[in-house]
């Protein structure tokens, strides 16, 4: 069974930073599993925010969130993150990791694993 567990969620003010951080138990063959990132606000539907493939090679980003945000991965450490920079209200959700044995996450077929998320809130 693949377990994920998000990390890194808090309190920050507009224009600030955060580093997420996803730990999972696949472990030695975690490198074979593509991995993403999304995100609910209240009110509002999960939506992709952005997803890498197993080797790296293959990044893609919700539209919202490019240049400001950074998905990268690990697979010594079995560990995906996501540095967000330039916070905005707007970003603030709830946001969950995403793995999947076979694909890259796309907001169109999310990966078939997911954690619990953590909370990300944006305000002052």
């Known amino acids: 069974q693949v377990q994920l567990v998000e990390s890194g969620g808090g309190l920050v003010l507009p224009g600030g930073s955060l580093r997420l951080s996803c730990s999972t138990s696949i472990r030695h063959t975690f490198g074979r599993y593509a991995m993403g990132w999304f995100r609910q606000a209240p009110g509002k539907e999960r939506e992709f925010v952005a997803g890498i493939s197993w080797s790296g090679g293959a990044i893609y980003y919700a539209d919202s969130v490019k240049a400001r945000f950074t998905i990268s991965r690990d697979n010594v450490k079995s560990t995906v993150y996501l540095q967000m920079n330039t916070l905005k209200p707007e970003d603030t959700a709830v946001y969950y990791c995403?793995?999947?044995?076979?694909?890259?996450?796309?907001?169109?077929?999310?990966?078939?694993?997911w954690g619990q998320g953590t909370q990300v809130t944006v305000s002052s």
């Open positions: 995403n793995a999947d044995p076979s694909n890259i996450p796309t907001e169109s077929r999310p990966g078939e694993f």
